[in-house]
């Protein structure tokens, strides 16, 4: 049995290695990068939402304050005039705006950390997009694998041609000479 695990093991390392050699890493290189600008590009999105339903919920918590200030003026006045059922409206009204405003904050606390985490996240995946990018081109480098950066503004001619023909012809029978 152990004799059947060995072979088959080696029978599917090899069939890796051959498949490993069939597939182009360079491409695999490209098409990684491709995926990871997108995972980024949506994260991006992402954050940029969260710091906008911030920002609304950041003016909601200021017309909280505002309202609840105004409440307390009327609280006041109907206090003065001896109210107290329009007072207890009030006292109910600033009850309910005091927790909407304290649920507010909490909110906007566990979203700026959450924004904090996910900024943090990001630039470190942007920092391995960069060295994947750079051992991409090492890679590319390395192997000699390079795309065709080639101007098209340089053009040779055939003249072009016929010149080198005829220095390698020149070169090739001076070899000659000297070798007979």
């Known amino acids: 049995m152990a004799l059947i695990n060995r072979v088959t093991r080696l029978l599917s ?20 990068i491709r995926d990871m600008e997108q995972d980024l590009d949506e994260r991006e999105c992402g954050i940029r939402l969260l710091r906008q339903k911030k920002r609304q919920l950041e003016t909601q918590s200021q017309q909280t304050r505002t309202s609840l200030e105004g409440l ?11 109210n ?3 007072a207890k409206t009030l006292i109910r009204k600033r009850l309910e ?10 909110k906007l606390n ?8 996910l900024e943090s996240q990001f630039r470190d995946d942007q920092s391995q997009l960069e060295a994947l990018r ?5 890679f590319n480098t390395d192997t000699g ?3 065709n950066n080639w101007s098209t503004s340089s053009t040779v001619t055939d003249e072009d041609v016929d010149v080198a023909l005829l220095k ?11 070798t007979s």
């Open 13 to 32: 390392a090899d069939l890796h290695a051959v498949l490993d050699r069939l597939e182009e890493p360079e491409i695999l290189i490209q098409q990684a």
């Open 84 to 86: 107290e059922a329009l």
């Open 168 to 178: 390698e012809k020149h070169l090739k029978s001076r070899t000659k000479g000297k």
């Open 110 to 117: 566990a979203w700026s950390d959450e924004i904090k985490d």
């Open 97 to 106: 705006a005091q927790a909407f405003l304290s649920n507010t904050e909490q």
């Open 134 to 138: 750079q051992k991409a081109d090492a």
């Open 145 to 147: 694998v390079t795309e």
């Open 72 to 82: 307390q003026e009327e609280l006041d006045l109907c206090l003065d005039a001896n």
